[in-house]
């Protein structure tokens, strides 16, 4: 049974190659290869295999705000590796602290959160910077990951950024990850990871007063997939 040793050696040399080839808050035409190479190392050595269904809905070239559900901490590995985008996503605060770490996290557009008081000012600013280089950013709205397997309630701030920035959000229900690397775990075991990509749903007509409504069929169509298990395939 594999532990996070492998993944822990590819987030240290990625951290170093970041910070010599990132400067001045640029990001380096390395940064997304590399992303990617990344969360596949924490993936490929334990032999999880990952299913992605629905990719072809995501358009090339356009930036979204990608809402999924959250079942383990191998969730942002799984995102970046299965989707076909440049990911940022929310991390917590304590991260940035670190040195090395904090400055290649900041250099590639990564956004601070502080889970226990969160500061919106600084979301929305670095969710707008992200969208605005043409990168999609990751975000969970039930906050943290799921206790028991189930999904959660979901906040209203993700949807509030995309209608504030006028980006479809794309839908996305992951399954899998909660066997695989048990939270409070060490192991990562070998198994199927899922991720089941939903229809864009625009907000370039919406106004803030539509978040709720959006969270709302955003959330319904997550848990419907979720609990479907055997989702169709798209066409």
Known sequence: MPTAASGLAATAAVVVILGVAC???RTSRL???LLRTWARA???PAGVQLSVEGADRIEPGQAYLVVSNHQSNLDPMVHIAGLPLPLRFLAMRALFD????GTAMRSIGMIEVDREDPDMRTIREGTHRALARGLSVLVYPEGKTSGDGTIDRFHTG???LAVANGVPV???TLMGTRAVWTPGSNAIRRGVVRLVVGEPI???QMTSRDAVGLRDEVRAWIVATYLRRDAPRSK
């Open 170 to 172: 794309l839908p996305v």
């Open 98 to 101: 670190l040195p090395v770490l």
């Open 202 to 204: 625009a907000t370039d």
């Open 31 to 33: 940064t997304n290869p």
């Open 158 to 160: 993700a949807f509030a």
């Open 42 to 44: 924490w993936l490929v």
């Open 23 to 25: 400067r001045n808050g």
